[in-house]
């Protein structure tokens, strides 16, 4: 297997003429970079440095394959480089849509990330529950959650991870009404809602065994609001589902519990939406490709 870390040593004692200069140049110490060298001519089979306790010199073979490792380095420093040189320069407008829920709870964090990192990009964020046409909205992305496959389109769709949904009640909610031990024990408890255009419901929950099966409920309180759901649940109003990473926090605090941990009451997925990479802005670019290279980590299961 190829270590780069041998071409590196290789070159420096090269340059510097000698084990110790590259050594004290490098501030490390003189046996580790010889057994680097040694490790390199090893899988080479081949000398490439005479060295004796006075003498230090290349041979034709070292010469030729110094070349060519001078080269590789030369390219990785350019590359660096040009990732740094786009950091620095990467300018421009990205106009976001996501929902309540996704802005609260999931890209909080990864946004003033991305515009510490990149301080010229102007970053626009429209927040609605409502599905909208990107083209239309002149919206350069979107990220939208979803149980069923998006149909297809002329939008460009990436997965950016899935996300279960618990059922979660505050301890003095449960202190008075009993800890649920089956989904059976969910029938006419106080609950809460996801959504304000019906007021009844129904969990459809699935146990880790695949069983499943649904519970209707009358919720108290609905909302498109999962920040106000959870907050009524912290205070005792009712059961409430939603999805895991908005509780994060509520359940290391011990405001909320987990209820039948051994089942789910749903599974979501989270897209990014864009008419397009053609064409598109590199600020764009970027931003997609930073949402799609760290969501999953932050958000997902």
């Known amino acids: 297997m190829i270590d780069l870390n041998d071409y590196f040593y290789f070159v420096h004692v090269v340059e510097k003429r000698g084990f110790s200069p590259a050594a004290a140049a490098l501030n490390m110490p003189?046996?580790?970079?010889?057994?680097?060298?040694?490790?390199l001519e090893e899988r080479l089979a081949t000398k490439l440095i005479q060295r004796t306790s006075r003498h230090f010199s290349v041979t034709e073979s070292g010469h030729i394959f110094y070349q060519h490792a001078r080269a590789l380095l030369d390219e990785m420093e350019a590359a660096e480089a040009a990732i740094q040189t786009r950091k620095t320069s990467l300018s421009g407008r990205v106009t976001m849509s996501c929902s309540v829920?996704?802005?609260?709870?999931?890209i909080k964090y990864l946004i003033p990330e991305f515009l510490h990192t990149n301080p010229k990009v102007e970053l626009k964020q429209q927040v609605t529950n409502q599905a909208i046409d990107l083209v239309s909205?002149?919206?350069?992305?979107?990220?939208?959650?979803?149980?069923?496959?998006?149909?297809?389109?002329s939008i460009i769709q990436r997965h950016l991870t899935t996300v279960s949904w618990y059922l979660f009640a505050s301890p003095e909610y449960l202190s008075k009404t009993g800890c649920p031990k089956s989904p059976y024990d969910l029938y006419k408890r106080p609950s809460l809602k996801v959504g304000w255009q019906t007021t009844t419901g129904h969990?459809?929950?699935e146990n880790t065994e695949g069983v499943k099966t649904t519970i209707p409920f009358s919720p108290q309180?609905?909302?498109?609001?999962?920040?106000?759901?959870?907050?009524?649940?912290?205070?005792?109003?009712?059961?409430?589902?939603?999805p895991a990473y908005v509780c994060r926090e509520e359940l290391q605090q011990g405001t909320l519990v987990r209820v039948l941990p051994d089942w789910i009451s749903g599974k979501?997925?989270?897209?990014l939406m864009m008419p397009s990479r053609k064409g598109q802005p590199a600020s764009v670019r970027a931003f997609a490709d930073y949402l799609l290279e760290n969501f999953d980590d932050r958000i997902g299961d």
């Open 30 to 39: 003189k046996s580790r970079l010889s057994r680097h060298v040694a490790k």
């Open 203 to 205: 969990w459809t929950l």
């Open 221 to 242: 309180f609905c909302s498109d609001d999962m920040g106000t759901l959870k907050h009524a649940a912290e205070k005792g109003l009712g059961l409430v589902s939603l």
């Open 268 to 271: 979501a997925q989270l897209s």
């Open 101 to 106: 829920g996704v802005a609260q709870f999931a």
């Open 137 to 153: 909205s002149g919206v350069d992305l979107a990220i939208r959650g979803h149980l069923d496959a998006l149909p297809d389109s």
